[in-house]
């Protein structure tokens, strides 16, 4: 029997979507991106929800890329099933919020860069590793691009360094970094005012605001995809992926 990696429960007008694959700490594999596609569909379909919190179990939101599966081959499925989550919360007729009380890596940040609202804890950490192991944050970089200034988006995508909540919210990556003791709260208080809203209010507000994202997701996705597959595919991405691996198993 296969194990849920992704959970959906809805109270009180809010969708809550929970990731929970703590053996790869919510690596975006396959079968992840699948239960999170369908997950948001079922939120999108229920007439009652007006929100939806995405989150995670464990200590990690997400830690990218699943590059154990990335290892096994050189098609675009992975590539295209993470630019199509993020064109899925992009439109998703509901506000998207993301509640971070752990690190994100990589890929994951696609997540981030396509939801509406992201609170976040200020000892969360951010880092985009792909060019420390040959490849680059193509398929992310649909909504991720978007959201930042040109340098800011430089000097992460370049440096692959890992920063901090409060520069994250600086540069427009989160909404907002809060102490961590105050990071339930606030997002409570944050799913409170958006469920006063109305559902075409809603629908029609977030339409206006993810316009250019859509519009960006859908010009240059497919190539994206098709880009970041021919990395992973890449002598050199192997060798690196194969080393990062050979070192967790180690660790």
Known sequence: MTTSLVHLSVSGGIATVTLDSPHNRNALSRQLLAELGSSLTAAEQDPAVRVVLLRSSGRVFCSGADLSEAREGSTSDGPRAIVAVQRQIATLPKPVVVELAGPVRAGGLGLIGAADVVIAAESVTFALTEVRLGLAPSAI??????????????????????????????????????????????VVSTLADLVKGSPQGLAETKRLL?????????????????????????PEAQQAMQAFLSRNKSA
């Open 141 to 186: 970089s649909v909504s991720l691009l978007p959201r930042l200034a040109p340098r800011a988006a430089a000097d992460i995508f370049l440096s692959g360094r890992t920063f901090g909540a409060a520069e994250a919210a600086d540069i427009g990556l989160v909404t907002r970094a809060v102490p961590d003791g105050e990071l339930p709260a606030t």
């Open 210 to 234: 993810t316009a250019d994202l859509v519009t960006r997701i859908d010009r240059d996705g497919e190539e994206a995809a098709e880009r970041s597959a021919a990395l992973f595919a890449s």
